[in-house]
């Protein structure tokens, strides 16, 4: 009897033990299917290059995207760091001494980083190389885009921020206002059934730029037809010849001078406006748009930059 009584008291260890083992397991992974939501005024934001956990509204932050700085701008969210060795014209306050210079677009300033303590830093493509050196300094969130979709990236990127600050509300009646003005551009541009081309200029050389690329929302989303349907889609566009710009005959050329955005002087119009380019419709016609740079070449994807964006190609209308 006191033989089985004993197996029956190790039988029973064994059983516990086990239960213990499995609760453990259990656990930890409701403890990690925790870190992937919000706990204890923290969210944890998931990306391409890696997850940060971020504070709920962050004190402390470094941006390096000018759309979501001119979000954050919009939303009236103080930012602490700004790279100020470019600043778009429509975002001039942040060049002010009370923000931190941390460098520039494609050098930041590390130390400066650093000494700030920051509770967040956003970066987007410019830094995304350099990701792993910012995220050992602070939570860091890749903004991340997809020009094929715009919109749906644009509405994304923003409603992420929206929640990080608790501006959810305040976000979703800006998108509705812009969806608007894009509804009503886009109809336009649809009826006035004009082609266009999308060109940037740097320092004599001009690239092409068609639907689904960096500047593609000009057909994507605004409605505009293309010129060209078969451009290869980069970053720094497609190489062109003027001679391409007056076989393709575009009703209207849009135009982004790019040594205007990083601070030079305005070159693009005697670039553009050669012999070849003066016998296109969109000369005759007196539809060289010539594109703000800070909003389309340094940021754009904000919430003040895309209405800006809108307008403009309203206006050109």
């Known amino acids: 009897m006191k033989k089985w009584s004993l197996v029956s008291i190790i039988f029973s260890i064994v059983l516990v033990l086990a239960a213990c083992g499995g609760a453990s397991k259990e656990e930890g992974k409701t403890e990690k299917a925790s870190g992937n939501g919000e706990s204890a005024g923290k969210m944890t934001v998931e990306h391409k290059y890696g997850e940060a956990v971020v504070e709920k509204n962050p004190k402390k932050v470094v941006v390096f995207d000018f759309g979501i700085l001119d979000t954050l701008d919009e939303l009236g969210v103080e930012v602490t760091g700004v790279p100020q060795t470019t600043v778009p014209k429509y975002l001039e306050k942040y060049s002010d001494k009370k923000y931190t210079n941390v460098g520039s677009l494609k050098e930041p300033d590390f130390e400066a980083i650093h000494s700030l303590k920051p509770d967040v830093i956003f970066i987007s493509n410019r830094q995304a190389e350099l990701y792993d050196q910012f995220a050992e300094i602070a939570p860091t969130v890749y903004i991340d885009f997809d020009y094929s979709h715009y919109m749906d990236s644009f509405e994304k990127n923003m409603k992420l921020i929206g929640k990080i600050f608790d501006k959810e509300d305040q976000v979703a009646a800006k998108l509705k206002d812009i969806e608007g003005t894009v ?112 909003t389309w070449y340094l940021s754009g994807g904000g919430l003040k930059s895309v209405k800006l964006m809108a307008d403009e190609i309203e206006a050109a209308l």
Not at 183 to 196: G, I, L, P
Not at 234 to 263: C, W
């Open 183 to 294: 509804d009503k551009v886009n109809k336009e541009a649809s009826e006035a059934n004009k082609k266009a081309l999308i060109v940037m200029a740097n320092e004599g050389k001009v690239s092409a730029y068609g639907p689904s690329s960096r500047f593609g929302l000009i057909h994507d989303v605004f409605g505009f037809g293309a010129a060209d349907k078969n451009i290869e889609v980069s970053t720094h566009g497609q190489s062109i010849t003027f001679e391409y710009i007056m076989e393709k005959n575009p009703d209207v050329l849009f135009v982004i001078d790019r040594n205007v955005a990083i601070g030079g002087d305005s070159s693009a119009k005697q670039t553009i406006e050669n012999d070849l380019v003066k016998k296109t419709n969109a000369y005759k016609n007196g539809k060289i748009i010539y594109l703000n740079a800070d």
